[in-house]
Structures are given as C-alpha cells and as structure tokens.
C-alpha cells in the first residue's frame, strides 16, 4: 500500500518569505498526487493536482509544487506567503487504475506572521 | 449549490450510545467517502462507496458501519461509541475518473463533524 510522509510538522514564516513544503510517497508505480489545503475552521478543498505530463503544475492562490519521479517527491512551493495562507496542508496520493483510496499525510501547519 | 453538506456538525455522545452521521451531495458524484481526522495523524479512510448499493472498508473501518442507498447520501454509523472515535469526520464525494482511471482522487469535503465521545 502507498503512504504519504510530510517533513515538517508545523512551519512559521514570516510574510513575504518563500515557502517549500516537502512530501514524499511510497509506490513504485504511476500515482497521482494533489496538495490539499484546510483554512482554520473550514473543510478541505483541492489547492492542486498532477496526473501526468508537466512536472511542475500551477495551483490557486500562487502555489505550485514540482513532481520528481526519481526522488518520489512532490514539494509544494509559493516565491511569497502572505498572512491569509495560515492554514493546514495535506498532500495526498493515489495510485494508478484500480485504486478509489486517496492516502493523505499526516498534514503540514503553516503560521504567517504579519 | 451546497456541495457535500454533513449533519450534524457537533455532537456528544456517552460511551456505548449510537448514532448516525449523514452525509448528502448535490453533485450526482457516484464515490463518496468518509475519514476521520484527528491531530498529528492527518485524515484516515473509514469507508467508501463506489456506487449506489456498494461499500467497502477503508484503512480504519472497526467500530463503523456504512450504508449507500441512495446515490447522494452516505450514512456513516457507530453502533457503540467509544472514546477513542473522538474526532472530526469528513465526508467527502468525487466524480468517475478519466478513462482507465476509476478515480480523478479530486475530492469534493463537507465542513466536517466533530464528535465526542465521553
């Protein structure tokens, strides 16, 4: 079975300093890969996603996140936080054909101090 | 559009009640699915369903019981509560996938139930 491990348990940043969140993922065949992102109080809603093609994939709100097949990597990056970007990341897996299981980390906070 | 709407959102229960989570969607998505969250260990399956009439079990599934009748809704229950099933619930739905990928693994989440269990 695949899983899903985020680096960093809690990261605080300051405005307008860059971020990279790292995820990786264990399965040795075609997977899809998605960030996930959970406002304070709020429901969990799709910031972006990678079935195939460009590695690097654009999401809302500025975020992007590069997929390296060799290192079984899926980091999410944004050049410039702002405070409105506190909040909880998930990242999250599926395999390929087959699969109805998405595999969630364990999740990543973000606090953005003004 | 309401999305995924979950009832109710709070609830507290003594060791050994039941009770049935709802979980409704307007979007004719044929998978739903309900996790947990709980702190430090992100969110966990309990069960899906494929389909109207289907489910299966997910990575967590003892001590939940799931039914499917009708399309937009996945009822998710607790025969006898304990404390460990403390935490938020999230049902979520998706949409088939692309051809030869059963799911898209875009999930669509209700804003969550937060259970106690005394």
């Known amino acids: 079975a695949q899983s899903v491990s985020q680096h960093n348990h809690h990261v605080i940043l300051s405005e307008a300093a860059s971020l990279e969140l790292g995820c990786n993922y264990s399965?040795?065949?075609?997977?899809?890969l998605f960030w996930y992102v959970q406002y304070p109080g709020q429901h969990l809603q799709l910031l972006l996603k990678?079935?195939?093609?460009?590695?690097l994939v654009k999401g809302i709100k500025g975020f992007e996140a590069e997929f390296i097949k060799s290192k079984f990597s899926f980091n999410l990056r944004k050049p410039s936080v702002q405070w409105s970007d506190t909040a909880e990341y998930f990242c999250a897996v599926t395999t390929g054909a087959g699969s109805y299981q998405l595999t969630f980390g364990k999740g990543t906070k973000l606090s953005v101090i003004p | 559009n309401a999305g995924v709407t979950q009832t109710p959102k709070f609830r507290v229960l003594k060791t050994g009640q039941s009770m049935t989570l709802l979980c409704a969607q307007d979007m004719n998505h044929e998978y739903m699915y309900w996790y947990r969250q709980d702190p430090g260990m992100g969110l966990r399956l309990i069960h899906y369903s494929v389909g109207e009439g289907t489910t299966a079990k997910g990575e967590v599934p003892d001590g939940y019981n799931v039914s499917r009748l009708k399309k937009q809704n996945f009822l998710l229950g607790l025969e006898s509560a304990a404390p460990s099933q403390t935490s938020v619930y999230f049902c979520?739905?998706?949409?088939?996938?692309?051809?030869?990928?059963?799911?898209?693994?875009?999930?669509?989440f209700g804003e969550g139930s937060r259970l106690t269990v005394l």
């Open positions: 990678y079935f195939s093609g460009d590695p």
């Open positions: 979520a739905s998706s949409k088939p996938g692309l051809a030869g990928i059963p799911n898209t693994g875009e999930l669509f």
């Open positions: 399965y040795g065949g075609t997977v899809n």
